[in-house]
């Protein structure tokens, strides 16, 4: 059973502050995907990265693959309340199911 | 374009009773997926199918649980009957690849399922 490790669990920092949430594994995946899911509604698809050392950034939001693809983190830069959410990272093996971290639960304050 | 859609939202049953839930992937995906989160747990698998095939049933937890996807459009997903650790939330997914890296799965909004 692959397990993917998310952290930290629960994060509340202050509006333009910088974080950085890890996902690590003892597995290597094919491709890792990261969500944000808001109350009420599905994990929505943010990025996705395959190749090892790959970095890729969405405004403030920056996606590294580590260089053997067994682990990834999401670093925000000058997080804002709009910010504030779950974020999933997840992670496909040999099929094609996804196996999810436990999230973070990030909490902006202004 | 519309996205996944799940139906319905929220569902209150009694233990024993049959729920089904519903999913319609966004169109020309031919891949759909079924997970749930149960409280406290992580979103975890429960089947794929390709069209109308079942490609991956590893994560079903039993024979409560009957997954259909007649004409490979939309799924259902059958409990029957109904356990109190069977409540969480249901969600499903679709892709238009499978396979490979570009496996890009699109969620659906879930279905709270709440088993008293």
């Known amino acids: 059973t692959q397990l993917l490790e998310q952290s930290p669990q629960f994060l509340s920092i202050q509006e333009g502050e910088n974080l950085t949430v890890y996902c690590n594994s003892s597995?290597?995946?094919?491709?890792l995907q990261w969500y944000r899911q808001e109350p009420g509604e599905g994990p929505v698809l943010l990025v996705t990265v395959v190749t090892g050392g790959e970095v890729k950034k969405l405004k403030r939001l920056t996606f590294q693959f580590g260089d053997a693809r067994k682990d990834s983190s999401l670093h925000i830069t000058a997080a804002q309340p709009g910010d504030t959410g779950l974020y999933l990272c997840a992670g496909a093996y040999a099929g094609n199911m996804l196996t999810f971290g436990g999230g973070t639960r990030l909490m902006v304050k202004p | 374009e519309a996205g996944v859609t799940q139906f319905p939202s929220h569902s209150v049953i009694e233990k024993g009773q049959t729920v089904t839930l519903r999913c319609d992937p966004i169109?020309?995906?031919?891949?759909l997926y079924w997970y749930r989160r149960v409280m406290g747990k992580e979103i975890k698998f429960l089947l794929h199918?390709?069209?109308?095939?079942?490609?991956?049933e590893s994560g079903m937890p039993n024979n409560r649980f009957l997954a259909e996807r007649t004409g490979g459009t939309y799924s259902t997903l059958k409990v029957q009957p109904a356990e109190l650790e069977d409540s969480g939330v249901y969600f499903c997914?679709?892709?238009?690849?499978?396979?490979?890296?570009?496996?890009?799965?699109?969620f659906g909004p879930g279905t709270r399922l709440t088993v008293l």
């Open positions: 997914a679709s892709s238009l690849r499978a396979g490979g890296p570009y496996n890009e799965q699109f």
């Open positions: 597995s290597v995946f094919s491709s």
């Open positions: 199918f390709v069209k109308e095939s079942k490609q991956d």
């Open positions: 169109s020309g995906h031919d891949n």
